[in-house]
């Protein structure tokens, strides 16, 4: 491969060597956002990101259950608390109004993830966000290429956080990102993916190693050519299941918001009490017949019984985010995923909840 002989030949393999900077540029300009900085993954990059947060004092973050473990984990390992509230059950993000409840004078920071990649209401958040001068963070590992009202997903808030990793939309194998608008927090974010170092001999914060090697910068580079068959491939499928699925009883598929580019990042239905048969049967059967169905995100992160989480987390409720934990089932979505794979697959759903 080309680019990695000049890697080699150019002795930079790593420590934001050109591949690096050439990929934070471009990630910059297709997200429409002012700095980006990369790291090995994104659970780097969340930890950078609440590392970076303007107050110094821990308190509280207040966040969705209905995630992956990254998210609250990176809260706990940052020295915060998370507030768990619920989300809405039909976009299967966070609720506003509940966040708005939940808010104390511990509260330091918002942490939204636009689930599954469906957008979140950034614009309420926003007004949520000035109106108690709380800033809000998205994790953004599913929302790559997301756009609202013709804007990039990555615009909003005061950070958003990217994972490139291997089942992503957009992969780098491993990798993350951290989107922000302003050169401060940018050198806060660098300086924390290199141990804390500002230079050669100053090292005035914490930090990790969590840089990116030129190997995966240059990786995205060349992915970054082919994102749009990417995404159309995938489209053709989540259109297919939607177009085929949409009707059985019992069976809930979140829409699509309105005016939004969506990059089908995940293919969730949620299986309701009235259907005729439970989401892990579903499951069994599928999993039997080799289909990669998954149970993501099941259970609810406030629910593994982790025991920091445990201690530390203020848990409100959230009720609906467990029903839809226990209801849902990912149906596998990927670009080249044979065609016949996805009507077989389709026919036996059918078999069982028709
Ligand atoms: C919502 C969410 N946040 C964070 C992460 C962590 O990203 P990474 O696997 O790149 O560390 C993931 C990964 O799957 C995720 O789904």
Not at 63 to 85: E, L, Q, R
Not at 253 to 264: A, D, G, M, Q, V
Not at 268 to 278: H, S, V
């Amino acid at each position: 491969m080309p680019l990695l002989e000049d890697i080699w030949h150019s002795k930079m393999l790593t420590n934001n060597g050109k591949y690096n900077g050439k990929f934070c540029r471009e990630l910059a300009k297709l997200w429409d956002v002012e700095h980006v900085v990369t790291f090995t993954n994104g659970t780097q990059a969340l930890l950078a990101a609440l590392s970076c947060l303007a107050t110094k004092e821990k308190g509280e973050i207040i966040t969705t259950p209905f995630t992956f473990i990254a998210t609250t984990n990176s809260i706990i390992w940052t020295g915060h608390k998370p507030v768990f509230v619920d989300i809405n059950p039909t976009t299967l993000n966070i609720d506003v109004d509940a966040i708005e409840r939940a808010i104390s004078s511990e509260t330091v920071a918002i942490l939204a993830v636009h689930c599954y990649g469906n957008p979140c209401d950034v614009v309420a958040l926003n007004e949520l966000s000035l109106r108690h001068n709380i800033p809000v963070l998205y994790d953004a590992a599913h929302a790559f290429g997301v756009e609202l009202a013709g804007e990039s997903v990555f615009r909003f808030g005061s950070m958003s956080v990217a994972s490139f990793h291997a089942t992503k939309t957009f992969n780098t194998f491993e990798g993350g990102a951290v989107a922000c608008h302003s050169a401060v927090v940018r050198d806060k974010l660098i300086n924390f993916a290199n141990f804390g170092f500002q230079n050669e001999t100053t090292i005035s914060s914490l930090g990790l190693n969590a840089k990116m090697s030129e190997f995966n910068a240059a990786l995205g580079l060349v992915q970054l050519q082919h994102i749009d068959k990417m995404l159309a491939g995938k489209q053709y499928i989540a259109d297919y299941y939607v177009s085929e699925l949409s009707k059985l009883e019992g069976v809930f598929i979140p829409t699509e918001p309105n005016n939004s580019r969506l990059n089908y990042s995940y293919f969730p239905i949620f299986i309701e009490p009235n259907a005729k048969t439970d989401r892990d049967t579903l499951y069994g059967f599928l999993r039997e017949h080799g289909y990669m169905v998954r149970r993501y995100f099941y259970p609810l992160t406030c629910d593994f019984g982790i025991p920091e989480i445990e201690e530390r987390a203020r848990k409100l409720d959230v009720s609906k985010a467990r029903k839809r934990a226990d209801e849902v089932l990912c149906l596998p979505i990927y670009s080249d995923l044979d065609v016949e794979a996805v009507y077989e697959l389709v026919s036996l759903l059918k078999s069982k909840l028709g």
